[in-house]
């Protein structure tokens, strides 16, 4: 089974920084695309990032491009996402998604979509004042 675990989320002052990661295990062989989102309370899902498993396919949101990045270790079976210089409308509960990739479409849409993602985690929380 495909299981994700988050972990590395807090509270943070207003310009700090925060790094996420995310265990991913269950993915037996070829391709797999993974991706961080957030939800904000009474928001919809958000899309903030995404990367295949081979460390291409890189999708930052716009709205956090310039600050948060995201990669991959295979060694380590961990996707984390590197934020800095956070701002109070970062607060959310942050998830890690991932879904078999094949073909790559999923990975080479031109958007971050949770329908594109089989498989969550359970969360962790961000909060920025």
């Known amino acids: 089974d495909v299981q994700l675990v988050e972990s590395g989320g807090g509270s943070v002052q207003a310009g700090g920084s925060l790094r996420l990661s995310c265990a991913v295990s269950?993915?037996?062989?070829?391709?797999?695309?993974m991706g961080w989102f957030r939800q904000a309370p009474g928001d919809e899902v958000e899309g903030v990032a995404r990367?295949?498993?081979?460390?291409?396919?890189?999708l930052v949101a716009d709205v956090v491009k310039d600050r948060f990045n995201i990669s991959q270790d295979n060694a380590k079976n961990t996707v984390d996402l590197q934020m800095s210089s956070l701002k109070p409308e970062d607060t959310a509960m942050y998830f890690c998604?991932?879904?078999?990739?094949?073909?790559?479409?999923?990975?080479?849409?031109?958007?971050?979509?949770?329908?594109?993602?089989?498989?969550w985690g359970q969360g962790t929380q961000v909060t920025v004042s």
């Open positions: 269950g993915f037996t062989d070829g391709m797999h695309c």
């Open positions: 990367i295949d498993s081979r460390g291409g396919s890189i």
């Open positions: 998604a991932a879904d078999a990739d094949e073909t790559g479409s999923k990975c080479l849409a031109p958007h971050l979509s949770p329908t594109d993602f089989a498989f």
